[in-house]
């Protein structure tokens, strides 16, 4: 593929198939001149899915995160590809849950731990 040909594909929007699934993604220009690869024909409320990872699209047909919080009810939003992608692990969206799951994994761990062994059961000899 020739130079030119690479940066006519780079600057391809719209159908764009992921290099790890093989399923298209929609390649979306970002309100900070960069590009963003979006799950296609999926429009999900946005109080589903945490603030740093909702993306609405402009009039202009830009994308830009919508941290509104709490969001508004009737609002939807975009989620990015790897979010939903089976070839690519899951970021931490919830990182409160996460923080929970390990200290529930630590509760339980303790709760299954043999008791730690005690000393000698006769009492000492007093004479
Ligand atoms: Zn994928």
Redesign the pocket.
């Known amino acids: 593929m020739g130079v030119v040909e690479e940066g006519l594909r780079r600057l391809q929007v719209g159908p764009y198939a992921?290099p790890?699934?093989g399923?298209p993604?929609d390649r979306v220009p970002t309100l900070d001149q960069d590009w963003i690869l979006l799950e296609p024909g999926l429009e999900v409320p946005a109080h589903l899915v945490p603030a740093e990872h909702r993306w609405i699209t402009l009039s202009d047909g830009r994308v830009a995160v919508y941290g509104v919080c709490p969001p508004d009810g009737s609002q939807r939003c975009r989620i990015e590809?790897?979010l939903a992608?089976?070839?690519?692990p899951l970021p931490d969206l919830w990182p409160w849950l996460t923080a929970l799951r390990a200290e529930n994994a630590r509760a339980a761990q303790r709760r299954t731990d043999p008791e730690p062994p005690r000393g000698p059961q006769e009492l000492p000899d007093a004479g």
Do not use: G, K, Y
């Not at 992608?85 to 690519?88: H, L, P, T, V």
């Open positions: 992921c790890l699934c399923l993604q590809h790897r992608c089976s070839n690519q």
